[in-house]
């Protein structure tokens, strides 16, 4: 079983997801930490995430994989080591946006990503799952809410793992991002022409974990 469930950041896919995965049984696949990995090792060896042709060069030493536990639990790591710690912060995500319009970057991604979901199988969370990764997968949604409700689940997120910011400088930054994501040459973000369109901004976690189970489990998915 696969799943892809795309959207901007801020709309709850991680979270949805990681709790779709646990009511399936099925792995949770956060494609998104693997492209702030790369970020990671892009900072961590001052190497500018906007200069393509220094993060084209950098790639084949960068080693990321995600390993996958018996209880579907997925891990990211960069040359073997855990950086789920160290991939959250506001200016790994920065780094992350930058990097990820390099389209060779999201070649090497890509590739990496349709190997895991061909291994593993699982939902599989991210901004081009539903029309790059896996456009046959059977069931797709594309997650969207309010500019403010995803502004104000940033912040959360961001004071949750210990940083400091504002409601101003997250909008913009999420703006910025928008617009890099729908803009970049290869992969923008945009919704698969036979994804569920999954609006957020009103519905809890487990309201719309039940209606995605729901919409799995009790019905073939459209265009499937």
Do not use: N
């Amino acid at each position: 079983m696969v799943v892809a469930i795309d959207g901007p950041a801020g709309v709850g896919k991680s979270t949805v997801a990681r709790r779709l995965a646990r009511r399936l049984g099925v792995p949770y696949l956060d494609t998104g930490a693997m492209y702030r990995a790369l970020a990671l090792h892009l900072l961590e060896h001052g190497i500018d995430p906007e200069d393509r042709a220094a993060v084209t060069a950098a790639l084949p030493e960068i080693r990321i994989e995600l390993r996958v536990a018996d209880d579907g639990r997925a891990e990211v790591l960069l040359a073997g080591e855990p950086v789920e710690s160290r991939i959250r912060s506001a200016e790994v995500a920065a780094a992350t946006s930058r990097a990820a319009v390099h389209p060779e970057v999201r070649q090497r991604m890509v590739t990496l990503q349709r190997a895991l979901a061909c291994r593993h199988g699982g939902v599989l969370e991210g901004r081009d799952i539903g029309t790059r990764v896996l456009p046959a997968a059977r069931w797709k949604f594309f997650f969207d809410a309010p500019p403010d409700v995803r502004a104000e689940r940033r912040l959360r997120d961001l004071r949750d793992s210990g940083a400091e910011s504002t409601m101003e400088v997250v909008a913009r930054e999420l703006a910025e991002r928008d617009a890099r994501d729908r803009e970049r040459e290869s992969s923008p973000l945009v919704a698969a022409a036979d994804a569920v369109l999954v609006e957020t901004g009103s519905a809890g976690v487990d309201e719309l974990v039940d209606r995605l189970a729901a919409s799995i489990l009790g019905r073939p998915a459209a265009g499937a």
